[in-house]
């Protein structure tokens, strides 16, 4: 990212027509719960939501230099999404310590701690769009590799980070309504320069940010589970939003390093072909048939093609795999399955 285009992304909350949209939105409808009283705090309660879940569309747009749609009424509600509120935890845990270093340590240590945390929420805000995993997103391997990722130009996002909170503080002296405008302008225009400097970069549209990972796994069967439930989420949230082959490579990584392949392998196939599109599974099964033949298992690999024919009638071995799948078909006394894959489509 040049400078240039670091002052495109801070005046983009202003040029983008469907961005003022949202701004004014969100201004207007923070102000009237400023002012409702007990019907401005439910106001809030839903216009907050709703703000988090476009701030991380507003990422993802300009990371991919696009403008983000306007808001739909599917901000406002509590369900789904839930990890797009997640950066109020730290925001407001940082809030505190901030407070009480400065009322124990004075105004200059909690100016440090402040500028520490804007050094390295955007790479946290940047690992949560990509990832969509709270828990990912405050991995420090994570996070350095965003950093690493975006290279010099990461070192935008935090200075559109203390603009948003240095700025407001210089403005107390405007009506609220004017603080506030400064305030949603500011944190829009973070958003876009966070998800700008990661343009250009594969971060937004690969899996290589490395899992937090159980050391203990192997011990404990429990934490084994939990890991692989989390790697198949993980790669399923790429598979949704278009990026089915880096969900398979991520599950590919992960297969490679499990302490237990032989039953990772089926359990995972299992799990996908459960997916609302179960495809990328017949992706899966694809490799996992050849493994199994490689290893001269062909019981398991018949079963397999089984498996994935009540899936897809037409589904069948590729390439190479297709003469030793007939031959695992006949040598398990399958010869109805046997001619079945030698038909040529």
């Known amino acids: 990212m040049k400078p240039r285009e670091f002052l495109a992304e801070l005046v983009y909350p202003a040029s983008s027509a469907s961005t003022v949209i949202a701004l004014t939105t969100f201004v207007v409808l923070i102000t009237l719960a400023e002012w409702a009283g007990m019907l401005g705090l439910w106001l809030m309660v839903v216009t907050i939501p709703a703000f988090l879940r476009y701030l991380t569309m507003i990422a993802e747009a300009r990371a991919e230099g696009r403008d983000a749609a306007p808001p739909g009424i599917e901000y406002f509600t509590l369900v789904g999404n839930a990890w797009a509120l997640f950066p109020v935890i730290p925001v407001l845990l940082m809030a505190g310590l901030v407070g009480a270093t400065g009322d124990a340590f004075g105004g200059a240590?909690?100016?440090?701690?402040?500028?520490?945390?804007?050094?390295?929420?955007?790479?946290?805000?940047?690992?949560?769009?990509?990832?969509?995993?709270?828990?990912?997103?405050?991995?420090?391997?994570?996070?350095?590799?965003?950093?690493?990722?975006?290279?010099?130009?990461?070192?935008?996002?935090?200075?559109?980070?203390?603009?948003?909170?240095?700025?407001p503080m210089l403005l107390k002296f405007l009506p609220p309504t004017a603080v506030d405008l400064a305030e949603v302008y500011l944190i829009i225009a973070f958003f876009a320069v966070t998800g700008a400097v990661a343009r250009g970069t594969t971060l937004f549209s690969e899996i290589d940010l490395p899992d937090a990972h159980d050391a203990d796994v192997e011990k404990n069967p429990r934490g084994l589970a939990r890991q692989r439930a989390k790697v198949l989420d993980h790669a399923y949230g790429f598979v949704s939003r278009g990026n089915r082959d880096g969900g398979l490579e991520h599950i590919y990584r992960w297969l490679a390093r499990?302490?237990?392949?032989?039953?990772?392998?089926?359990?995972?196939?299992?799990?996908?072909?459960?997916?609302?599109?179960?495809?990328?599974?017949?992706?899966?099964?694809?490799?996992?048939?050849?493994?199994?033949?490689?290893?001269?298992?062909?019981?398991?690999?018949?079963?397999?093609?089984?498996?994935?024919?009540?899936?897809?009638?037409?589904?069948?071995?590729?390439?190479?795999?297709?003469?030793?799948?007939?031959?695992?078909?006949?040598?398990?006394?399958?010869?109805?399955?046997?001619?079945?894959?030698?038909?040529?489509?």
Not at 117 to 133: D, R
Not at 136 to 159: K, V
Not at 259 to 274: T, Y
Not at 284 to 292: D, E, K, M, P, T
């Open 109 to 167: 240590a909690a100016t440090v701690l402040w500028l520490g945390f804007a050094l390295v929420f955007p790479a946290l805000i940047g690992v949560l769009v990509i990832t969509h995993s709270p828990l990912q997103s405050l991995d420090p391997r994570a996070m350095i590799h965003f950093a690493r990722g975006c290279g010099p130009s990461y070192w935008y996002a935090p200075a559109a980070a203390i603009l948003f909170v240095a700025v």
């Open 258 to 345: 499990d302490p237990d392949p032989d039953e990772a392998w089926p359990w995972c196939l299992e799990q996908m072909l459960r997916w609302a599109d179960p495809y990328p599974g017949m992706l899966l099964a694809q490799q996992y048939l050849g493994r199994l033949l490689d290893t001269g298992d062909q019981v398991a690999a018949v079963k397999l093609i089984l498996r994935c024919r009540l899936v897809d009638k037409t589904s069948r071995p590729l390439g190479a795999g297709l003469p030793r799948a007939i031959a695992a078909a006949e040598a398990c006394n399958n010869p109805e399955l046997a001619e079945i894959l030698s038909r040529r489509r």
